[in-house]
Structure formats: structure tokens, C-alpha cells
Nanobody, 126 residues
Framework: QVQLVESGGGLVQAGGSLRLSCAAS??????????MGWFRQAPGKEREFVAA????????DYADSVKGRFTISRDNAANTVYLQMNSLKPEDTAVYYC?????????????????WGQGTQVTVSS
């Protein structure tokens, strides 16, 4: 099993920045060259893809709504993935989840991911 714990969420004004972290643990986590991703879910909306990164960090994918503002990165030695969020907008307000995909290839659909964290709240005030 894999356990994922997100942190770094909070309240920020529009135009501000936050850095989310997701720490992974579990015997099976380091066994596979996994893909890690971030998703978010706003109140009354479906969960949506934000960003994904492959094992080496050499390949990333972003939702159009966050391109140029968010950056995903990972530190495999620390079993941690990060999401640097800049120029935040009120529409970025959501619960942010990290997830792990054990298959090859970046995924942008939530059913493509195998393990999920509990989420961290990000609120952007106008």
C-alpha cells in the first residue's frame, strides 16, 4: 500500500503564491517508477486534473488553466512531490489532492491513478 499526505494549503490573496507538498510512504511506493499527479475539486464541481510528473521529472503535463502559473516537481530521495502555485486566482480555490499512478505514461484522468491523499484546502480571496 501507499500512503500520501498533502500539506501546504491555506488562505492567500489573489496574486499570491503557495507551495503544496505531498509526502509518500509505503513499501510499494518505491518499487515502481510511478507518475505523480495533482488534482483539485472545487465546491459543487467534479475533481479535475491539475498537473502530473513522471519518475525522472523530465516529463510534465498541466491543465490549460494553470499553465505558466503552476510548476510540479518531485524529489525521489524524499518521496515527495511539490506543486508551486503562483499568481493565484479565486477560481483556484479548491481541495487539492495528490495521487500516484503505477503505470507508465502521464495520466490526466482520476481513474488512471491508484492511490490518493486526503487533500489540502487552498482558498484564494479576491
Amino acid at each position: 500500500q501507499v500512503q500520501l499526505v498533502e500539506s501546504g494549503g491555506g488562505l492567500v490573496q489573489a496574486g499570491g503564491s503557495l507551495r503544496l507538498s505531498c509526502a509518500a510512504s509505503g513499501r510499494t511506493f518505491s518499487r515502481y517508477r510511478n507518475v505523480m499527479g495533482w488534482f483539485r475539486q472545487a465546491p459543487g464541481k467534479e475533481r479535475e486534473f491539475v498537473a502530473a510528473i513522471n519518475w525522472t521529472g523530465g516529463s510534465t503535463d498541466y491543465a490549460d488553466s494553470v499553465k505558466g502559473r503552476f510548476t510540479i516537481s518531485r524529489d525521489n530521495a524524499a518521496n515527495t512531490v511539490y506543486l508551486q502555485m503562483n499568481s493565484l486566482k479565486p477560481e483556484d480555490t479548491a481541495v487539492y489532492y495528490c495521487a500516484v499512478r503505477s503505470a507508465y505514461g502521464l495520466g490526466n484522468k482520476d481513474h488512471e491513478y491508484d492511490y490518493w491523499g486526503q487533500g489540502t484546502q487552498v482558498t484564494v480571496s479576491s
